[in-house]
Each structure stands twice: as structure tokens, then as C-alpha cells.
């Protein structure tokens, strides 16, 4: 009992020694934790900083012979380079040296040939002496010609004055104004209208008959038919009876210009060509008539109305865009696609052709 009563008096300084020791166990333990933890970051720091430098090294190693062998090709590129500016030097400096001394030889050869010159130009002078008397010769001659043609154009000049002046002449009775009898010898203007033969008057020539046939008279091409001249002189006659058209308008008619027939002066694409203009103005006047309203929700409700020419409310329209000219190679019965070939209307080729050879210009 006594035993039991000690320890139930040293109970609680038991505890109280437990759990001092406890709490003392465990900030060693936490010391020494972090003690463990240092010695292990500081472990690790070294260990990385250690590959880290491992690592650097190789990258320098190998920067290093990269930049040496990128080094090296790059002088190699430049010592041939310079390699071949020389080489080309030296051969136009070769080639300039043989082509001043090939022009100094060829100069002094042929050129200023001192010898050669004074030939040349002694060849020159005599040539020039000859052709200069040619010349003076053939300038003698012109003017003697023109000489001889002034002196026979003067004489038939005086002929034909003798001719024109022949009623002056003297007869047997009356003396003429140029054999005046106070003169020892006759005037030689006198001796010329002798010599001369009177002028004659021209007989008048008989006009020829021309016949008319009918089939010129018809086809418009003769003289009798209608007048040639551009502008012609006022008729100022009655009308014939009859039922006959007025002459200004059958001249109307017949000498009015050309007119070409529908299919020359239209194209066969015309309708392609107005169909296309006509969708190529229906986008550039694109107009809408709702104001643009910015921030709203007024235009999320409008439906898109598609133009006429694009679509329908079945598929798309082929309006406009098809004819019967297009290739469609699907429906192709053969290799080659069937060709039509149109007949040529004779009533549009006839326009305007309402008389024989309307439209032509004599």
C-alpha cells in the first residue's frame, strides 16, 4: 500500500517529466531535420552548378567547332572569290595589252600610212578633175540644148504669129504694112508671111449616134438613164399623169448610201453582251432603302430578297446565262459536240433592196 501511495503521490511529476522529455525530443528532432535538409539543398546545389558547368563546357566545345569549320568555309569563299577577281584582272590586263598593241599596229598600218594616203588622195584629186570636166561638159551641153529649144520655141512663135497675122500680107494692088514702098528692100517680116500658111477653120466634127439597149437603160448604167453629177440642175416641169413617182425621190432612191442588212450590222452576241451590261449595272446601283441603323436590331428581321437574274423560288434561273449556244459535254452523243448551222433569212438579207442595185454608189 505504502508502495502504491508513492507512486500515486509521483504521478504527476511523472508527467510531468514525460512530456517535458517529449517536447525536448522533439525540437532536437526538428533540428536536426532541418540540419538534414540544408546538408541535402547544399548537396544538390553543388551536384546541378556541377552538370550545369559539365554542360556548359560541352557547348563551348561545340560552338567552338561549328564556328571554326562555318570560319573556314567562309574564308575559303572569300580566298576563291579573290582567287578568281584576280585571275579575271590579269586576263583583261592581258587582254587590253594584246588589243593596244593589235589597234597601235593596225592604226599605224592602215590607217596613217603616210605613203598610202598620198596615193589615196592623188587618186582622189584626179578623179575629181575628171568628173569636174564632165560635169562643165554636160553643163556645155544643157545650156546649148536649152539654147536650141529657146530659139525653136521662139520660132514657132514667130510661125504661128505669121500664120495669125497672114491677111497683112501684100498682093499685086495693095501693098502691105510691112512693104512699104518708101523701103529699098521688103521687111523680113514680110518675107515670113510669104513663106507662111494661112490658119484654117476647124471643121466641126459629127456627134455619133448612141443606142441605148435596154438591158443598160434597165440596170441604170447608161447616159440617158439618170444624171452621174453630185449636184443636180433644177427640173421645173409638170408632172407626168400617171401613176408615177416624183424624180426627186426616184433620185433619193436610187443614190442614197449603203445600208447594211441586220445580220452584218448586229452582232450575233448582242443579247450576251446587254444581258451582262445589265447585271454589271444592277450590282454597282445596289441601293438600299433602310438607313443603316449601327447598334440595333433592326436589321436581324429583314429577309434577303436574291435578285431576279441569279435565282428564283425554285433554284436558280438559267435566264440570261444559257441559250441554245452553249456546250453541255454531258449530253454529248459522241466525241465531238453536233454543230447547227443556220440558214440565212432572205427577207433580212432583202432590206432595203426595193429597186435594182439600191444602196450602190456609182
Known amino acids: 500500500m505504502a508502495t502504491l501511495a508513492r507512486l500515486q503521490a509521483r504521478s504527476t511529476c511523472l508527467g510531468q517529466q514525460f512530456y517535458f522529455r517529449n517536447s525536448v525530443v522533439?525540437?532536437?528532432?526538428?533540428?536536426?531535420?532541418?540540419?538534414?535538409?540544408?546538408?541535402?539543398?547544399?548537396?544538390?546545389?553543388?551536384?546541378?552548378?556541377?552538370?550545369?558547368?559539365?554542360?556548359?563546357?560541352?557547348?563551348?566545345?561545340?560552338?567552338?567547332?561549328?564556328?571554326?569549320?562555318?570560319?573556314?568555309?567562309?574564308?575559303?569563299?572569300?580566298?576563291?572569290?579573290?582567287?578568281?577577281?584576280?585571275?579575271?584582272?590579269?586576263?583583261?590586263?592581258?587582254?587590253?595589252?594584246?588589243?593596244?598593241?593589235?589597234?597601235?599596229?593596225?592604226?599605224?598600218?592602215?590607217?596613217?600610212?603616210?605613203?598610202?594616203?598620198?596615193?589615196?588622195?592623188?587618186?582622189?584629186?584626179?578623179?575629181?578633175?575628171?568628173?569636174?570636166?564632165?560635169?562643165?561638159?554636160?553643163?556645155?551641153?544643157?545650156?546649148?540644148?536649152?539654147?536650141?529649144?529657146?530659139?525653136?520655141?521662139?520660132?514657132?512663135?514667130?510661125?504661128?504669129?505669121?500664120?495669125?497675122?497672114?491677111?497683112?500680107?501684100?498682093?499685086?494692088?495693095?501693098?502691105?504694112?510691112?512693104?512699104?514702098?518708101?523701103?529699098?528692100?521688103?521687111?523680113?517680116?514680110?518675107?515670113?508671111?510669104?513663106?507662111?500658111?494661112?490658119?484654117?477653120?476647124?471643121?466641126?466634127?459629127?456627134?455619133?449616134?448612141?443606142?441605148?439597149?435596154?438591158?443598160?437603160?434597165?440596170?441604170?448604167?447608161?447616159?440617158?438613164s439618170f444624171p452621174r453629177s453630185e449636184f443636180l440642175p433644177p427640173i421645173d416641169r409638170k408632172q407626168c399623169q400617171g401613176p408615177f413617182r416624183d424624180i426627186a425621190e426616184v433620185l433619193k432612191q436610187r443614190y442614197k448610201p449603203l445600208e447594211p442588212t441586220l445580220r452584218s450590222e448586229e452582232p450575233i452576241s448582242e443579247l450576251k453582251a446587254a444581258r451582262e451590261d445589265f447585271k454589271r449595272q444592277e450590282w454597282t446601283k445596289n441601293i438600299h432603302d433602310n438607313m443603316f441603323l449601327p447598334f440595333s436590331s433592326y436589321h436581324k428581321n429583314t429577309t434577303y430578297i436574291p435578285s431576279l437574274h441569279s435565282s428564283s423560288k425554285y433554284g436558280p434561273n438559267t435566264h440570261g446565262r444559257q441559250c441554245f449556244r452553249d456546250e453541255n459535254p454531258k449530253k454529248w452523243i459522241c466525241d465531238k459536240d453536233f454543230q447547227t448551222v443556220l440558214p440565212a433569212f432572205d427577207l433580212f438579207s432583202k432590206y432595203g433592196k426595193l429597186y435594182s442595185k439600191a444602196g450602190q454608189i456609182l
Open 26 to 224: 522533439d525540437v532536437f528532432r526538428k533540428k536536426e531535420y532541418d540540419a538534414a535538409v540544408k546538408i541535402q539543398s547544399w548537396f544538390r546545389g553543388c551536384q546541378i552548378r556541377a552538370y550545369i558547368r559539365y554542360l556548359q563546357r560541352i557547348v563551348i566545345v561545340l560552338q567552338k567547332w561549328w564556328r571554326g569549320y562555318s570560319a573556314r568555309k567562309h574564308y575559303q569563299l572569300i580566298v576563291k572569290l579573290a582567287y578568281h577577281t584576280m585571275k579575271m584582272n590579269t586576263y583583261n590586263a592581258m587582254a587590253v595589252r594584246i588589243q593596244k598593241l593589235w589597234r597601235g599596229y593596225r592604226i599605224r598600218k592602215y590607217c596613217f600610212d603616210y605613203f598610202y594616203l598620198k596615193a589615196y588622195l592623188r587618186a582622189v584629186s584626179e578623179t575629181n578633175d575628171t568628173i569636174r570636166e564632165a560635169l562643165e561638159e554636160f553643163a556645155d551641153m544643157k545650156e546649148r540644148e536649152e539654147t536650141k529649144a529657146d530659139l525653136e520655141r521662139e520660132e514657132k512663135q514667130r510661125d504661128d504669129r505669121a500664120r495669125k497675122m497672114h491677111y497683112l500680107l501684100s498682093t499685086k494692088q495693095i501693098p502691105g504694112i510691112y512693104n512699104s514702098p518708101f523701103r529699098k528692100e521688103p521687111d523680113p517680116w514680110e518675107l515670113r508671111l510669104q513663106k507662111a500658111k494661112p490658119l484654117t477653120h476647124r471643121r466641126s466634127q459629127a456627134k455619133p449616134t448612141c443606142s441605148v439597149q435596154l438591158s443598160s437603160w434597165l440596170a441604170c448604167t447608161s447616159a440617158r
